[in-house]
């Protein structure tokens, strides 16, 4: 069963950082591109970001361009967000997902992807 699992969420002052990982079981990664989506309440779920599967091709939202890095160690099958200078404005559940042989040539589009996480909640206040 095709499963990924998002960790590392939490409550952080403004300005501080967090790391998520997604985890990826009964498949390995290699050949995935993945995404990370964020959706706060009563908003549209958006992307974030995505990294190919070899992890040479990166894109990011205008709104956390700068601030959060996507990278992928795909030995521990697993994709890191690392998230810098958090606003209170990226409060939201945050989504991984996944597609085979896919692209990362524009932010990333929620319906392109057809393995979800469950999401980890991040909350950004003082």
């Known amino acids: 069963q095709l499963q990924l699992v998002e960790s590392g969420g939490g409550l952080v002052q403004p300005g501080g950082s967090l790391r998520l990982s997604c985890a990826a079981s009964?498949?390995?990664?290699?050949?995935?591109?993945i995404g990370w989506f964020r959706q706060a309440p009563g908003k549209e779920r958006e992307g974030v970001s995505c990294?190919?599967?070899?992890?040479?091709?990166?894109n990011y939202a205008d709104s956390v361009k700068g601030r959060f890095t996507i990278s992928r160690d795909n030995a521990k099958n697993t994709v890191y967000l690392q998230m810098n200078s958090l606003k209170p404005e990226d409060t939201s559940v945050y989504y991984c997902a996944a597609r085979l042989r896919g692209s990362c040539l524009r932010v990333p589009q929620k319906d392109y992807y057809d393995t979800w996480g469950q999401g980890t909640q991040v909350t950004v206040s003082s």
């Open positions: 990294i190919s599967s070899s992890g040479a091709i990166t």
């Open positions: 009964g498949f390995t990664l290699d050949y995935y591109v």
